[in-house]
């Protein structure tokens, strides 16, 4: 019996750690794109060239897909 609940605690202590990391990389991820969002947004006061376009068609692209993976991950968090 003793060793079940100690199995058990293990278990609910690694859970939380991996929820723990993974606000962490949401939170890392954020940032980032925030970052790269500031860096588009002043490059392209700049200058307003084609490949500027093309880079925030993608950046805008990734960012998308990063937030639809959150927001699945959160979902999947709160089940």
Known sequence: ??????????????????????????????????????????????TTTTTTTKMKMMIMMMMMTTTTMMMIMMMMHLE
């Open 1 to 46: 019996m003793m060793m079940m609940m100690m199995m058990m605690m293990m278990m609910m202590m690694m859970m939380m750690m991996m929820m723990m990391m993974m606000m962490m990389m949401m939170m890392m991820m954020m940032w980032m794109m925030m970052k790269m969002m500031m860096m588009l947004l002043t490059t392209s006061m700049t």
